[in-house]
């Protein structure tokens, strides 16, 4: 696959360092298994950060480098770690893991005009959700309060900003109101993830908004 749009550097670094939500670093976890132009970005900046770590760790006496395995043990393990680039169906590993299977394991929910939407469970502070969207179809026309990432897994779709097709990752940030409308031809199925409620102009999809938890 040819991808065109890519990963901003302040997100790898920020996933690298696992900083992230849970909803982002699935939506970079995936891309980064279709892309290895932002595979390797991610790991030379994870060998950065583990150069970091054993420097730190080689200034520690054994007492406190003690402690401080203690702790990390401790510690819940992080959300997905470098994934292998593999694929089952339209759906790539890191994400397959999440469902629990390929995309007819999916629990669509209807959210109006075709489209469907399953969300995925992560950490509080950021949603991840699926997203089908109908060939021609578009998506309610919203603004966004927060980040929103939203990766192409089939199909294609374009809004003002150009066209994305399979791998290609938007991110769209508060000030972009936007429509992204699927292409013609195929369904598109997307992975999007949010940190703040949807604005949408529409009276409907605001009164569902509270439901659908978008
Ligand atoms: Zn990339």
């Given at each position: 696959m040819t991808i065109r749009h890519h990963l901003s550097e302040e997100l790898l670094m920020a996933y690298a360092a696992g900083e992230l939500p849970e909803a982002f670093a699935l939506v970079v976890a995936t891309h980064v298994s279709l892309c290895d132009e932002c595979r390797a970005q991610a790991e030379a900046y994870e060998a950065l950060g583990g150069a970091v770590v054993e420097e730190i760790a080689a200034e520690m006496d054994d007492a406190a480098l003690e402690a401080c395995l203690a702790r990390l043990d401790g510690m819940p393990q992080m959300a997905p770690?470098?994934?292998?680039?593999?694929?089952?169906g339209v759906l790539p590993g890191p994400l397959a893991d999440y469902v629990g299977g390929?995309?007819?394991a999916v629990k669509w929910r209807p959210v109006g005009k075709g489209v469907r939407q399953a969300i995925l469970p992560t950490d509080r502070g950021a949603t991840a959700r699926l997203l089908y969207i109908p060939a021609g179809v578009a998506v309610p026309d919203h603004g966004h309060r927060g980040l929103e990432m939203t990766l192409v897994l089939q199909g294609a779709f374009a809004d003002e900003t150009g066209r994305f097709g399979p791998g290609d990752v938007e991110i769209a940030d508060g000030d972009l109101e936007h429509v992204p409308v699927a292409e013609a031809g195929q369904d598109c199925i997307c992975l999007a993830a949010t940190d703040a409620p949807l604005r949408f102009k529409g009276i409907v999809p605001r009164m569902a908004q509270p439901f659908m938890r978008i």
């Amino acid at each position: 696959m040819t991808i065109r749009h890519h990963l901003s550097e302040e997100l790898l670094m920020a996933y690298a360092a696992g900083e992230l939500p849970e909803a982002f670093a699935l939506v970079v976890a995936t891309h980064v298994s279709l892309c290895d132009e932002c595979r390797a970005q991610a790991e030379a900046y994870e060998a950065l950060g583990g150069a970091v770590v054993e420097e730190i760790a080689a200034e520690m006496d054994d007492a406190a480098l003690e402690a401080c395995l203690a702790r990390l043990d401790g510690m819940p393990q992080m959300a997905p770690a470098r994934p292998a680039p593999r694929r089952r169906g339209v759906l790539p590993g890191p994400l397959a893991d999440y469902v629990g299977g390929g995309v007819e394991a999916v629990k669509w929910r209807p959210v109006g005009k075709g489209v469907r939407q399953a969300i995925l469970p992560t950490d509080r502070g950021a949603t991840a959700r699926l997203l089908y969207i109908p060939a021609g179809v578009a998506v309610p026309d919203h603004g966004h309060r927060g980040l929103e990432m939203t990766l192409v897994l089939q199909g294609a779709f374009a809004d003002e900003t150009g066209r994305f097709g399979p791998g290609d990752v938007e991110i769209a940030d508060g000030d972009l109101e936007h429509v992204p409308v699927a292409e013609a031809g195929q369904d598109c199925i997307c992975l999007a993830a949010t940190d703040a409620p949807l604005r949408f102009k529409g009276i409907v999809p605001r009164m569902a908004q509270p439901f659908m938890r978008i």
